[in-house]
């Protein structure tokens, strides 16, 4: 039978235990217990953090845990899963914002690797980005234009270059993932880089590279040889 929280000494409660050894100190499933709150008549709090992380290999897969995925899990109900997501979102927005510096210069394939993966790498579908650039090859803003099969029926120069327009850039880097986690290209990868690199060398705003993701690798048309630009 769980131990319930409440029955633990006071010193052994996961808040008690932040407050006296800090945050960096607890457990993962201190942590999620800590905001979940409270258990079920027969599970505490704990035992609700330890069936959630055992639905995932590790702990960087919370990122990608959704809604259906937590309902699954016997004892946690819409305002526990709502208050989870929430601050998962959060953290991740607080991390985000810390790598999207003022001014930060794209000088090769490893930093637009580093600081934008993490929008879409463990998307469960592909997820197809732009990331704009001024004439100095500084970050002006990046965007998820399309979701689903990439390809050049789907994915339109015209969005691409109507968003360039818009913020003014003067170059930019396509970024897609593969699900997968292949990041060989394909066929229809070549064809859609391919179009978008004469689209921009049509409108005067150079595609700088497109890098494809996946299972914490990466695949760079630039680096390989594949793509050309002045």
Do not use: W
Not at 18 to 33: C, D, P, R, T, V
Not at 44 to 52: E, F, P, T, V, Y
Not at 119 to 129: G, R
Not at 151 to 175: G, Q, T
């Amino acid at each position: 039978m769980s131990v319930l929280i409440k029955d633990l000494p006071k010193e052994d409660m996961p808040r008690e235990r932040l407050l006296k050894y800090g945050k960096e100190n607890l457990s993962n499933e201190e942590l999620i217990a800590i905001i979940l709150r409270t258990g079920t008549k027969n599970k505490s709090s704990k035992d609700l953090a330890n069936s959630i992380l055992k639905k995932i290999n590790s702990i960087e897969e919370l990122r990608s845990i959704n809604i259906n995925d937590l309902k699954k899990i016997k004892g946690l109900g819409d305002t526990k899963i709502i208050t989870l997501l929430a601050a998962l979102e959060l953290g991740k927005r607080v991390y985000e914002n810390d790598l999207i510096i003022d001014k930060l210069q794209i000088n090769n394939s490893v930093d637009i690797y580093r600081y934008f993966s993490k929008y879409i790498i463990d998307e469960k579908q592909e997820n197809f980005m732009v990331i704009y650039l001024d004439n100095h090859k500084q970050y002006i803003s990046h965007k998820i234009l399309f979701k689903g099969t990439i390809n050049k029926s789907i994915v339109s120069a015209r969005e691409v270059f109507k968003e360039a327009f818009l913020c003014d850039a003067s170059a930019i880097v396509i970024m897609h993932n593969h699900p997968s986690g292949i990041v060989m290209p394909s066929k229809s990868d070549d064809e859609t880089t391919n179009e978008i690199l004469n689209a921009g060398n049509a409108f005067g705003i150079p595609l700088l590279d497109h890098l494809i993701v996946g299972n914490g690798d990466y695949y760079s048309y630039l680096e390989e040889g594949n793509l050309k630009y002045e």
